[in-house]
């Protein structure tokens, strides 16, 4: 007798991860994933911009799982963002930008940069610029029914946009909570 044993999918309403959160210490659990450990001060940033996404969805009434870089398990959610800041040896060269693998999440990505363009005053790069954000490790682990997303929130390595990010971290996790009620709120 064959018994197959399927790993249960973990069901929320979203899915938020915080890039480059846990490592360098996560990194010998997940040996698979690049051990990445972010632009300076990423790490420190993208919790709390996380965190307030997750507390922002939760009183909105939405069931949140709340994630690391590097996590186990597989989420059945209407939708998942990975946070990040970029960080280029050229400074001043990026922005904000938008990772997504499906088509189905190109409704989100352009609602998100019709609404993050109209509050970030710098540059936005295409979507998927990089292999990186097309093929983040991340949309292995979600089955999104709406959209899944890396959201670069602008160029750490650029200090004006640094100044500009640094008192508004908070600010910014309620704006991405926004954006997110939007999208399940009116699916395509």
Not at 91 to 98: E, F, K, N, P
Not at 142 to 159: F, H, I, N, Q, S
Not at 169 to 181: C, E, H, P, Q, S
Request: hydrophobic share 45%; charged share 25%; proline share 5%.
């Amino acid at each position: 007798m064959v018994f197959i044993v399927l790993a249960a999918l973990l069901h929320y309403d979203v899915l938020v991860s915080a890039g480059h959160e846990g490592r360098p210490r996560s990194c010998a659990r997940f040996p698979t994933h690049h051990c990445n450990l972010g632009t300076p001060g990423e790490r420190a940033w993208t919790p709390v911009v996380a965190d307030e996404v997750a507390r922002r969805l939760r009183v909105m009434g939405y069931s949140v799982a709340r994630e690391p870089a590097d996590f186990n398990g597989t989420y059945d959610v209407d939708a998942a963002v990975f946070v990040h800041f970029d960080g280029i040896a050229r400074h001043c060269t990026s922005g904000a930008s938008i990772g997504y693998h499906t088509a189905k999440s190109r409704r989100a990505a352009r609602l998100w940069r019709a609404m993050y363009a109209k509050v970030f005053p710098f540059a936005f790069r295409r979507d998927n610029f990089t292999k990186n954000l097309s093929k983040y490790y991340g949309f292995r682990q979600v089955r999104a029914k709406d959209a899944a997303l890396v959201l670069e929130l602008g160029e750490l390595t650029c200090p004006a946009q640094r100044a500009w990010l640094a008192p508004r971290l908070r600010w910014v996790g309620d704006y991405i909570a926004k954006f997110l009620n939007e999208v399940i709120r009116s699916p395509s």
